[in-house]
């Protein structure tokens, strides 16, 4: 198991960034693979992004490729999210999670049940 924490949360305005950063701790994060996902409220806990154990694979959600770039940094057990071009439909909770990387490959990787770590979510809300 690993421990996830997530922050770099806020208030922006549309078409403003923010970046998100998840700090790992426990087992060798370098072995896991990373994502995030986002839960609106009424709504249920979506991807957004996945990205392998080296960094070398990604995959995103349409709604937000080309405007998201998740990344890593492994000497650095963390995990980010830099969004771009914020929209008001982006407002959510954000989660940071994990898995292991085999043998589910990152692109296949995208419902909360193949993910087995947590962390306790950030909230980001874009004003119009």
């Known amino acids: 198991q690993v421990q996830l924490v997530e922050s770099g949360g806020g208030l922006v305005q549309a078409g403003g960034s923010l970046r998100l950063s998840c700090v790992a701790s426990g087992r060798t994060f370098s072995m896991y693979a990373g994502g995030w996902f986002r839960q609106a409220p009424g709504k249920e806990r979506e991807f957004v992004a996945g990205?392998?154990?080296?960094?070398?694979?990604?995959a995103y959600a349409d709604s937000v490729k080309a405007r998201f770039t998740i990344s890593r940094d492994n000497a650095k057990n963390t995990v980010y999210l830099q969004m771009n071009s914020l929209k008001p439909e982006d407002t959510a909770v954000y989660y940071c999670?994990?898995?292991?990387?085999?043998?589910?490959?990152?692109?296949?990787?995208?419902?909360?049940?193949?993910?087995?770590?947590w962390g306790q979510g950030t909230q980001v809300t874009v004003s119009s």
């Open positions: 990205i392998s154990w080296s960094g070398g694979s990604t």
């Open positions: 999670a994990a898995r292991p990387q085999f043998p589910l490959a990152t692109e296949r990787a995208r419902t909360a049940a193949d993910f087995g770590n």
